[in-house]
């Protein structure tokens, strides 16, 4: 059974870090791009970083750019997201999610994932 579950969620003041971390199980993720996502309360759910299968290919939502690092430990079959300098408009749940039809780039789209995680909640507050 295909699973993905999020962890290294909490509670950070602005300007601190926190590592989310994704683990597959049930199939081999380097094979797969994975994209995290983020849904604040009352908004869409928005793309935030991903990276492809192949590793090649990273992107990153502006609002992100410069704070945020994706990595991914194939023999771990797990992805990393590295969040430092955080600010309170990152609070929200964060998802990830894998993409079986592209390994050579990744999506932005969350219509092109078709396997998602439960969230974890990261909220940004002094």
């Known amino acids: 059974q295909l699973q993905l579950v999020e962890s290294g969620g909490g509670l950070v003041q602005p300007g601190g870090s926190l590592r989310l971390s994704c683990a597959a199980s049930?199939?081999?993720?380097?094979?797969?791009?994975i994209g995290w996502f983020r849904q604040a309360p009352g908004k869409e759910r928005e793309g935030v970083s991903c990276i492809s299968g192949s590793a090649v290919s990273i992107s990153f939502a502006d609002s992100v750019k410069g704070r945020f690092s994706i990595s991914r430990d194939n023999a771990k079959n797990t992805v990393y997201l590295q969040m430092d300098n955080l600010k309170p408009e990152d609070t929200g749940v964060y998802y990830c999610?894998?993409?079986?039809?592209?390994?050579?780039?990744?999506?932005?789209?969350?219509?092109?994932?078709?396997?998602w995680g439960q969230g974890t909640q990261v909220t940004v507050s002094s």
């Open positions: 049930g199939f081999t993720s380097d094979r797969y791009s």
């Open positions: 999610a894998a993409d079986s039809d592209r390994y050579y780039y990744c999506s932005e789209y969350t219509s092109d994932y078709n396997y």
